[in-house]
């Protein structure tokens, strides 16, 4: 069976500091990628999408990348962090075309 | 983009149905609507998802209107753990080969004994 894996599963980081996240799928071959963002007491917000290795799409401008360096892994990245990027991040894959979304359990970031 | 309308909150006694309802009166023909569930500091958790035919799985099951401007998703038998914010999605990415699901503000379930 399928599974996601995301890390870590809470990080407390300054302001200015870089970041990277990563989430690995098992089980499956070539899905689609999401990173998702939900901010306290709001709806989640996909941020980057990806339908293969080093294809990333953007939904939001904002001050994070996403990379693809492998069919399963997907990575949230940031050079310099600010106080809004606080939030629970989420990953999430599926199979091609218009299938199921399956999400890890998240990484709440909080900034300092 | 199709939006979704739901109640805000909804109780249900444990052990009797629960009822989700969910308005999305501007769906196109090719949009799936799709029920997800978060549990308090988890990722949301697929629960099932249709086109135009009712849908049952072990989860739950889907009730889409003839004309798909509404559907209700029904648990069965709630127990206390199904106490989450459920979120009814249209699926708006057309024809493309990725989802794109936007998740609004949800029904806050609460089952109680």
């Known amino acids: 069976s399928q599974t996601i894996h995301q890390w870590p599963a809470t990080l407390v980081q300054p302001v200015g500091s870089p970041l990277s996240l990563e989430c690995t799928v098992e089980?499956?071959?070539?899905?689609?990628l999401y990173w998702y963002r939900q901010a306290a007491g709001r709806g989640l917000q996909l941020l980057f999408y990806?339908?293969?290795?080093?294809?990333i799409s953007s939904e939001v401008p904002q001050n994070l990348s996403a990379s693809r360096p492998q069919d399963r892994q997907f990575i949230l990245s940031s050079k310099k962090l600010l106080l809004s990027d606080s939030g629970f991040y989420l990953c999430?894959?599926?199979?091609?075309?218009?299938?199921?979304?399956?999400f890890g359990d998240g990484t709440r970031l909080s900034i300092l | 983009d199709a939006k979704t309308t739901q109640p805000p909150s909804m109780d249900c006694a444990e052990g009797r149905a629960a009822n989700l309802p969910c308005n999305h009166s501007?769906?196109?023909?090719?949009?799936?609507v799709y029920w997800y569930r978060q549990i308090h500091s988890q990722g949301p958790q697929y629960i099932i998802h249709?086109?135009?035919n009712n849908e049952t799985n072990e989860m739950a099951s889907l009730i889409i209107t003839e004309d798909r401007k509404s559907s209700t998703l029904i648990l069965p038998h709630a127990t206390l753990r199904d106490t989450a914010v459920y979120y009814c999605i249209v699926d708006n990415a057309g024809g493309t080969s990725y989802g794109k699901l936007t998740f609004g503000q949800g029904t806050i379930l609460t089952v109680h004994p």
């Open positions: 999430a894959w599926s199979e091609q075309g218009h299938q199921p979304q399956h």
């Open positions: 249709g086109l135009k």
């Open positions: 990806s339908v293969g290795i080093g294809q």
């Open positions: 501007t769906i196109s023909g090719n949009e799936y």
């Open positions: 089980g499956t071959s070539n899905p689609n």
